[in-house]
């Protein structure tokens, strides 16, 4: 898996990405989280919406990385963001993603003080499950 994060990260390194504020993309992701849960009666745009979210959430980080922009208060920032964004997915589709959401919140405290990244990637699972439900007609 980490291969392919790499990868990924690589092709985002030499992309031509706007040197913006990483923290303006977290925020961006958490807007896109908001208009996933307004739009859930329109199933295509909200699956757009639940893509842009994930987008997003990968070009805060990459973009901090290749502008020499990443720090421990931006790291703060991109978790803060990611549980709040996860909090508003979550709170709708409440079982049994609130309760993985829980303990994703609990791995971001220890994640900050043992300066590790321990999260469980909740939204990613969930672009899939939402995929099989869009797929085979549930919503």
Same mark, same amino acid.
């Given at each position: 898996?980490?291969k392919?994060r790499n990868?990924i990260?690589r ?7 706007p ?6 993309? %977290?925020?961006m992701s958490v807007? %896109?989280s908001?208009?996933?849960i307004?739009?859930?009666k329109?199933p295509?745009?909200a699956l757009?919406f639940?893509?842009?979210t ?6 805060d980080?990459v973009t901090a990385?290749?502008?020499?922009r990443? %720090?421990e ?5 991109d978790?803060a963001?990611?549980?709040?964004s996860?909090?508003?997915?979550f709170?709708?589709?409440?079982f049994p993603?609130?309760?993985?959401f829980?303990l994703?919140c609990l791995l ?9 990244h321990l999260?469980?990637p909740?939204?990613h ?7 099989f439900?869009?797929f085979?007609?549930?919503?």
């Open positions: 898996m980490n392919a990868v990260d092709a985002g390194m030499i992309a031509p990405l040197n913006i504020n990483p923290n303006v993309l %977290t925020g807007v %896109t908001l208009l996933f307004l739009c859930l329109y295509l745009m757009a639940l893509v842009a994930l987008l997003l959430d990968w070009l980080g990385r290749k502008f020499s990443a %720090t208060n931006g790291y703060l920032a978790v963001g990611d549980r709040f996860e909090g508003l997915i709170m709708v589709f409440f993603w609130f309760y993985l829980s994703n971001s405290l220890i994640s900050v003080k043992r300066k590790r999260i469980l909740l939204r699972v969930f672009l899939v499950f939402y995929v439900l869009f085979s007609g549930q919503i």
